[in-house]
């Protein structure tokens, strides 16, 4: 019987990844279409906003990420020949932010960002009032904004471990439901699952929070 309910979690806790997994595919594929259809229409501050939402909607090995990057490069080239400057530089943001929002222990598609925030220091030099550090070349400009841009602020560490202890509370309780709050017949011990209904839905909150913060 310990087995069977170690197989029911372990079949939980797949179809859990695999719902999440396809609905940050349709979420990303929607939100790379609906961007498309702004780009055709030639609103292009709404293409960027639904390319961004796209990007950010990182599955390692997602091909809608990796379009709504490649779009997002297209429309800062097509508005740099142009001469749209406030339009290149929307695009690279986005690009910039979507890229950054996906980070973990690594950063998805890092390897743009050198050439991205090179381009933004550039421009942000170039767009700053000449009067506000008279004397003080582009190149100068460029560089101050370049090495802000790079920055990688860390996570707080406080809400790092709140959300680490709100993991594990929260699966350690949806297993423990299992393993204690259904007897051999799988019905319900109600003390057991009242315990472990408070402990999920604390962990979860204590989750959701340090998520939000960290």
Known sequence: MATRRWLLVAVGVALAFVVLAV??????????????????????????RHYQDAARLYLPASPYVRDALDHLEALAAAAAQAGDGLGVRAALEAERAAILATRSLFIPNGSRLPDIEQRLARLL??????????????????????????????????????????LVLWVGSAIGFVSRG?????????????????????????????????
């Open 125 to 166: 030099a170039a767009a700053e009032d000449r009067s506000v550090a008279p004397g003080v070349s582009l190149e100068a400009r460029a560089a101050w904004h370049l090495e802000r841009l790079a920055r990688r602020p860390g996570p707080a560490l406080a809400y790092v471990l709140l959300t680490l202890v709100g």
């Open 23 to 48: 609905r940050l595919l349709y979420d990303a594929r929607s939100a790379l279409h609906a961007g498309e259809m702004s780009e055709a229409r030639g609103d292009r501050l709404e293409a960027i």
């Open 182 to 214: 259904l007897d051999a017949k799988l019905r319900l011990r109600r003390p057991h699952a009242i315990i472990v209904g408070v402990t999920f839905a604390l962990g979860l909150a204590m989750f959701l929070v340090g998520l939000r913060f960290a």
